[in-house]
């Protein structure tokens, strides 16, 4: 079974860009979870998304926005990048709105 | 705001050598997550803790978490070089069900 994939696995932007992240979540798995991880940090919660509505919200500020369609997947959207974006962005999946769960590989950010 | 501290940050051991991880915060979880990183990777779940005083093995790794829920400890018997990656404890608030991960120990095992 495939696990939680994200794409892409590698972004170059410009600072006031915006970016797109995507997340496909195991197959079965209704929460959604994403988390982003500064190099030499422990991953820092972004949003969680249950049957598409948001069911958390972390520290972030609102240029950071998700979704989650009805397939469960999810977008994570950042506009006006700063250079401070540039980070590992892992998605993470679980059955229900507990928390287990099952990271995916992650997206690499870099904001020049 | 980080609300877990890892310690150490970084070790270096040998092959063979026994080391513990600890992780420590000034508020309680309802529960406890330990994950293991590689480069390049997300971050793989190892165990759940729940109890207050738990103790869980794996291998050659065992969790303990804490009497007052807490802080937690992961003790790595007879290190190997497979054992290299970053650990990270991540606490669960109960009210939110959110992760909260710690800083991170990076370990390096050294044929």
């Known amino acids: 079974d495939a696990g939680v994939t994200q794409s892409p696995t590698h972004l170059i932007k410009t600072r006031g860009q915006h970016v797109t992240l995507r997340c496909s979540p195991i197959s079965g798995h209704k929460s959604v979870s994403w988390y982003q991880q500064v190099l030499g940090q422990g991953p820092q919660f972004i949003f969680q998304y249950y049957e598409k509505e948001e069911r958390g919200r972390g520290n972030f500020p609102d240029r950071f926005s998700a979704r989650q369609f009805p397939n469960y997947s999810s977008e994570l959207n950042v506009n006006a990048l700063l250079l401070g974006d540039s980070a590992l962005y892992l998605c993470?999946?679980?059955?229900?709105?507990?928390?287990?769960?099952?990271f995916g590989p992650g997206t690499r950010l870099t904001v020049l | 705001t980080q609300l877990l501290e890892q310690s150490p940050q970084f070790l270096s051991i040998q092959e063979g050598e026994n080391l513990t991880v600890y992780c420590n915060s000034s508020s309680v979880f309802s529960s406890l997550q330990w994950y293991r990183q590689e480069p390049g990777e997300g971050p793989v779940l190892l165990v759940t803790?729940?109890?207050?005083?738990e103790v869980k093995k794996l291998k050659r790794l065992t969790f303990q978490f804490g009497d007052a829920r807490k802080d937690s400890s992961l003790h790595i018997t007879a290190a190997q070089p497979g054992d290299t990656g970053l650990y990270l404890c991540a606490g669960v608030h109960g009210a939110t069900n959110k992760l909260i991960f710690g800083t991170g120990t990076l370990l390096a095992v050294q044929p």
């Open positions: 993470a999946s679980s059955p229900l709105a507990g928390v287990a769960q099952y």
């Open positions: 803790v729940v109890t207050g005083g």
